[in-house]
């Protein structure tokens, strides 16, 4: 079996993590930019960051021969600084030429305050200034439904935004069809106690149809599991899939939207 | 939403028996977590708490025979307002809608 971890954030992981993913089949990781579970001061510490993701965690990750990609941003969580902010997007491009960045993200709305909706209208902005992939994350629990539209809402009022070129992340049953609907890309999030159990993304899977979706771990800091995306391909296969479905869903679509970044190319071994 | 195939129509023959051959026990544990939680909160005399209210009315439509459960559910949990929040009031999500104002 192969497959994309198409959102991990390595740098919480450890180097055995890296090993457990490339035997059970992964062939490449994204890393999107986000919060590192404390608020950093100053646009200095984001600058170390965006040096971590795009120079020292590709190397850490090719010592098993996992191609590495990034994601760049502030997360939400600490868009309230506007100030804050708008110095750590100034700095966001002259990181954009960097090998493995893919786009801008994980940008969203972490609480749906108006600080966190200008600074994603923000990263929009440079997202399509630099013709860049997007990929949002969508809010936690109780907030996910309303972020969720308002999210929707910036990005189809930006008439610089082709949904076909942004993900939103991190959908529910409550959410994904409001994703979908507008052609926008949908991630599901498979966490053991919040977002998405691998059954009930199959679920998801099974009443949308599968088109213009992905499934990831998103393992960080916190309760997750860097095995999560495999762990759903047993439940598929559960189910009786057959391998090519999977193999359709946890690789080739994550590839199809990736791949709209030229700099997303997987060797001759994982291109199929 | 229109129903659609679902994919092992493309794919390999239905499994569907499996479905409740492995999923019966995970998820009957669930459920009695769900009511153990319930007694526990009672017990302690915190069942007041809107967290748990949001609870009660979710768990009257896990049973109300409908489909479309966990969409109902997690609506029902969520923020029904559609305003940005002028301010932050901290980082972290409760799980369950309680007024701001």
Redesign the interface.
Known sequence: MRYIEPHGHMVSRTTDDYEAMVLAGCQAVCEPAFWAGFDRTSADGFRDYFRQITEYEPARAAKFLLPHFSWLCINPKEAEDLALAADVVALIPEFLAKPNVLGIGEIGLNRNTRNELKVLEWHIDVAVKHDQLILVHTPHLEDKLKGTQLIVDVLKSHPGVKPGRVIIDHVEEHTITRVLDHGFWAGITLYPDSKSSPPRAVDMVEITGGERLWLNSACDWGVSDPLAVPKAALEMRRRGYSADWIDRMLYRNPLQFLSQCPKFRLGEASAG | ?PP?????A??????SA??VD??FVPTRAKLIEVAAFLDRVERHGVADDYRVEALRNAVRLLADGQP?R???I??S??????V??????????????KSRT
Do not use: F, H, I, N
């Open positions: 939403m659609t195939p679902t994919p092992r493309a794919g390999a023959g239905p499994a499996a479905l492995l999923g479309g966990a969409q109902r997690l609506e949990l969520s923020d029904p307002t559609t940005p929040d002028e301010v932050s009031t901290g980082k972290a999500a409760y799980g369950a809608y």
